[in-house]
């Protein structure tokens, strides 16, 4: 008489969830230990912190845009313009300066990007995508501010008038416009680009949840069969 075939205690589920009588138990089932709970960040802020915190981020970076205006005005080369008392006319027709205005603007955009990045990541380390969209959209709105407020505090879009005004045959400045429009991208691309990077160098880790596991052993096992010979 033979004894019905059982299956083993341990019986790992099959590709179906069902146990499998025949196969051979993971040597290293028991050895693994349970993943370990994701601690509770305990002084992480809340859902209404971190909209607060957004809210900051977005203002605060779109204010910069003003300063970005002042320094594009500044900074930018000036198109000038003469009047013959009937028409106005380019002096230089052949000159460069707007195209180096539109690169000036570029060029302080992806200056603001890095900076506004740095100055988000040094306040709020841990990141979040609310702080990251709040960055995206203050630094689109902050070139456009900028763009607007050079503009305004720029020479006068009445070019008829002031050209009346200087008179005849005065060299004068043409109104700031920026007409690679494009332009206005440089400063949340940057942005994105610096925080991104700051944030995979330097932001915080996760816990391994088997660092235990992998961490060297100690001397804490039990002694072998020579070993307990030459203790008698």
Known sequence: MTAPLTPPPHQPPDDNGHGNPWQAPDPMAGHLPPPAPSPAREDGP??????????????????????????????????????????????????????????????????????????????????????????????????????????????????????????????FDAPLELKAKGALLAWPLAAMVVHLALTGLFGPRDPDPYAEYYAPRGTDAAPGPEAQGSSM
């Open 46 to 171: 809340g859902l209404k912190a971190e909209l607060r915190e957004a809210v900051v981020v977005f203002v605060g970076v779109a204010l910069f845009g003003l300063l970005l205006g002042v320094l594009w005005l500044w900074l930018a080369p000036r198109v000038p313009l003469v009047s013959d008392s009937t028409a106005v006319y380019l002096k230089d027709s052949e000159g460069e300066q707007a195209i180096g205005i539109d690169g000036t603007f570029a060029l302080l955009g992806l200056a603001f990007g890095a900076v506004t990045a740095l100055l988000v990541f040094l306040w709020r380390r841990r990141g979040g995508i609310g702080i990251v969209v709040a960055l995206a959209l203050g630094a689109l709105l902050g070139g456009v501010l900028a763009w607007r407020f050079g503009i305004w505090l720029g020479p006068t879009r009445d070019v008829a008038a002031h050209a009346k005004e200087v008179g005849k045959g005065v060299v």
